[in-house]
């Protein structure tokens, strides 16, 4: 039995449960004994669903302020680090027997109680006819069987057959007591009190929900009291106030039972009811808007859950401790979606910052991550603020497998093909290195994700400092072989977050939420998907024919997926739509390409035998996540080759994604 | 109702319910209104029940509202307490007031009853839905509440003291 879990769920039935009794106090005399005891349903509520389960969410959730999921995650990484999940298995395991020590101590009496009952004597004659007559007399059901007991005051035992116990040998009680029972039995009250004793079961180490349920157990007889006087004469509260009075005084109130409609007859508890009854017809009538609204805003509270702040605060540290307290909070932040994983990872090799790197870091690394973490901070290499002050974090530390080799003056970076389902994914990282050098120089990562209770990040492949023209890693592929041409094509998704440069000039305002900024408090929240991702699809020709074509005007035409080639837009309309130095580019080349389609016009010397020569390629940008190419897809492209006018091939290829 | 008790009653809804800042201070702070509201169910000749019942909540609440007027804070568990209160305290508070004119004024009576339960459904929805971040709802809201609390200050202000004398 996994005890945090027990101890997350206590302490969120704990903390609902002290909020409703809470607002209770305030309004004690302003609210009627309905309203006290029907608002204990928010709580029943929260004891029925789990506290991971997002009902809803609700900003002003009372878990919203309280983090307990956090605790619960410290708590137990701290067990572990401290090597306690021994303990903590013998805590479940305690916490097991507890539940069945209690919930067979309850059956017990309950089966006890049962079976005295059923050798009770039965009621005589006139007592059933005094109880009959008490029920026809206020409308109410009486019960076929009564039995007489050794009991102080008469109670309702059982759901299904209810029986009426009256005490043996004693004077017949009062027709207000005859009739709180009969309303007991009315209501289902005894329901209740198996609820309270389940409850008590699965919390008995919890002594705040068996103060909690004693207060429902006692708003139950509160709501039967009033239910009492509004049955009975008018101005008999003092009367029944001091029949309570006098039974609690000569102790003659029962033992609380299992299955039984006695709840809550001890002296202290008299006072809540005496005070409940005087306060009876003293709240105001037409209270029933005002005791909703109250009613949906502590429904709201405690029932929801509270919005997710998506971000961790990066705190300095000083000590050993803090250090290891600030790595804990990481450790536990939970990335929703692998965009956000990644954006940790990027942050985390940009900044060589070891708390971002622990947030997506797989669990079973954590604890030598941590040894990595102090090493460093004893070497001297690691700030305040928890950030890597070398340039060479390999070189400096021999450590290759956390961060990138070579993340120095990382500009710019675009993610490729990130595929997930739902445990598992992969993706491809380009990160181009400086600026201003001649030749380009970039590196590039092979990424592994997988889930967790978050989505976490390793680095399994990295190439190093690399220099010249990047190819961009293809998700499909594929080829054709026509007449004296071949033709390639290839297609990948590529992604940016906003503040990795490359986009960050050129996204306008209307590209919707920036997904990385502040939320109203001001705080840094994390993005939860790219700023933008693209699809993509790019195509080569190689000429494999002997005859030279310098001079021919070689045109190839590719739609791609179905669009029909009358669907392409001519050389002006397109040079239209693009801006003036992209028209010039248009009527420079003679290419174009947009979505679904690519055309390139040259001449035919462009094209050597046996080179491939790019034609172009284009895709659609979009904000929301999963438009994308992704595995299960295929790029079918129709292809039209013309020399000097002439059409010389028209043919289909199709590029799908490699199987492994 | 009486001159007095009203007088308080008038000027305690306009520094509840407007605002007017000068760059971060609040010149009409809301717990000015609060108190003003004290005043004026202490001021009655003959307090009913439930005036004497609410005095407490009228001067918590204004403890609190003063409070955030010198501090800046949020706490989600201190912020369902208070709104539970307001919602509450306004409700029964005016409730009273109508009691209080239903004889001699009855229309105003039933334009003050609609008033104020409009306001409190307003609070309520406005507690539950103003913390989600969506531009058109939250803008909804905002005009929505506007015009309820405009409505609300009118049917206060045009109530007539005892004996229809006016001020």
């Known amino acids: 039995m996994d005890i945090w879990k027990v101890l997350e769920y206590t302490l969120a039935v704990t903390t609902v449960g002290m909020m409703i009794w809470l607002v209770k ?16 349903l928010v709580l029943l509520v929260r004891l029925v669903i789990p506290v991971d389960f997002a009902l809803i969410h609700t ?72 109880v009959n007559g008490i029920a026809e007399k206020y409308g109410l059901k009486t019960c076929s069987d009564i039995r007489s007991y050794h009991c102080n005051a008469p109670f309702i035992c059982g759901l299904v057959r209810p029986v009426l116990v009256l005490p043996q040998g004693r004077a017949m009680p009062e027709e207000a007591v005859i009739v709180h029972e009969l309303l007991h039995r009315k209501w289902k009250d005894v329901s209740v009190n198996v609820a309270i004793r389940i409850v008590r079961v699965v919390n008995w180490f919890n002594p705040a929900v068996w103060f909690l349920t004693g207060v429902v157990q006692n708003d139950s007889e509160a709501l039967c009291d009033q239910r009492v006087l509004e049955y009975c004469r008018e101005g008999m509260q003092k009367d029944y106030g001091d029949m309570l009075l006098a039974m609690a005084e000569k102790g003659a109130g029962n033992p609380v039972r299992t299955g039984t409609s006695n709840m809550a007859n001890s002296y202290r508890n008299m006072r809540t009811r005496i005070r409940r009854i005087c306060d009876f017809r003293k709240v105001p009538p037409g209270i029933g808007v005002v005791a909703a609204c109250i009613t949906l805003m502590l429904t709201a509270a405690g029932v929801g859950t509270g919005v997710a702040h998506r971000g961790f605060e990066l705190r300095e540290f000083r000590t050993d401790a803090e250090l290891q307290k600030n790595l804990w909070e990481a450790e536990i932040y939970r990335a929703d979606t692998p965009e956000e994983a990644l954006w940790l990872f990027l942050q985390a090799a940009a900044e060589h910052n070891v ?94 994700l997988e889930r967790e209770e978050g989505w976490k ?86 000429y494999l024919g002997e005859e030279s074509l310098e001079g021919c005007t070689v045109r190839v035409e590719i739609t791609e997926n179905g669009k029909e080639a ?90 799908v994604a490699e199987r492994r | 109702m009486e001159r007095k008790s009203l007088t308080y009653l008038k000027i305690g809804i306009l520094f509840l319910f407007m605002n007017f800042n000068l760059g971060k201070i609040n010149l009409m702070p809301d717990f000015v209104g609060m108190l003003f509201w004290f005043a004026s169910a202490a001021s009655h000749d003959v307090p009913t029940e439930t005036e004497k019942r609410l005095k407490p909540f009228l001067l918590l609440l204004a403890a609190d509202f003063a409070l955030h007027w010198v501090f800046s804070f ?35 009576a039933l334009h003050l009853n609609f008033a104020r339960t409009v306001t409190v459904l307003a609070l309520t929805a406005n507690f539950l839905l103003s913390a989600y971040d969506n531009s058109t709802l939250n803008g909804v809201i905002v005009i929505s509440f506007l015009l309820v609390l405009v409505f609300l200050m009118v049917q206060v202000c045009l109530i007539r003291p005892k004996c229809g004398e006016k001020l």
């Open chain 1, 25 to 40: 106090l305030f309004f004690h005399d302003k609210l009627d004994a309905r309203w006290h005891y029907f608002i204990w």
């Open chain 1, 59 to 130: 900003p002003v959730s009372v878990l919203q302020g309280i983090p307990l999921s956090r605790w619960i995650d410290l708590g137990r990484l701290a067990a572990g680090r401290k090597g306690y999940q021994e303990a903590a298995g013998l805590l479940g395991k305690i916490y097991l027997w507890g539940v069945a020590l209690l919930g067979g101590y309850y059956f017990a009496t309950w089966l006890v109680l049962k079976l005295c009952l059923k050798n009770a004597p039965r009621a005589d004659e006139s007592t059933r006819g005094y």
């Open chain 1, 355 to 448: 708390f971002y790197r622990a947030a997506v870091l797989p669990q079973r690394e954590t604890a030598a991550f941590e040894a990595f973490a102090e090493d460093c901070r004893n070497k001297g290499i690691l700030d305040g603020k928890g950030g890597i002050t070398v340039d060479s974090i390999a070189a400096s530390t021999g450590q290759k497998d956390y961060f990138p080799q070579e993340t120095t003056g990382i500009w710019q970076c675009r993610i490729y093909n990130l595929q997930y389902d739902g445990n598992q994914g992969t993706a491809t990282v380009y990160a181009e290195l400086g600026n201003g050098h001649e030749e380009a120089q970039y590196t590039e990562w092979k990424l592994e």
């Open chain 1, 457 to 542: 990040v390793r680095l399994v492949g990295d190439t190093g400092r690399r220099t010249g023209e990047y190819r961009e890693p293809p998700m499909l592929q594929g080829s054709l072989r026509t007449g004296d041409f071949l033709l390639e094509a290839w297609a990948y998704n590529e992604a940016y977050f906003s503040g990795f440069g490359g986009m960050q000039q050129r996204l306008p305002d209307t590209w919707g939420n920036m997904p990385y900024g502040q939320d109203a408090l001001g705080k840094d929240y994390f993005p939860d998907h790219f700023t933008v991702e693209y699809r993509v699809a790019e195509y080569d020709i190689t």
């Open chain 1, 566 to 655: 009358a669907e392409m837009p001519t050389p002006e309309e397109a040079a239209a739509e693009a801006s003036a130095e992209a028209a010039g580019e248009v009527y420079d080349t003679g290419s174009f390409s947009g979505d679904g389609y690519c055309v390139a016009e040259f001449d035919g010397k462009e094209l050597i035998p046996g080179e491939p020569r790019g034609i172009g390629g284009g895709g659609s940008g979009f904000v929301q996540p999963g438009q994308g190419w992704n595995t299960d897809t295929e790029l079918r492209v129709h292809v039209r080759i013309y020399v000097d006018g002439r059409l010389v091939v028209e043919d289909e290829a199709v590029a």
């Open chain 2, 74 to 108: 949020k706490n989600p568990l201190e912020s369902l307490l208070v709104s539970v209160m307001s919602v509450y305290t306004i409700y029964m508070f005016l409730g009273e007031v109508i009691k209080r004119i239903r004889e001699e004024q009855p229309e105003r």
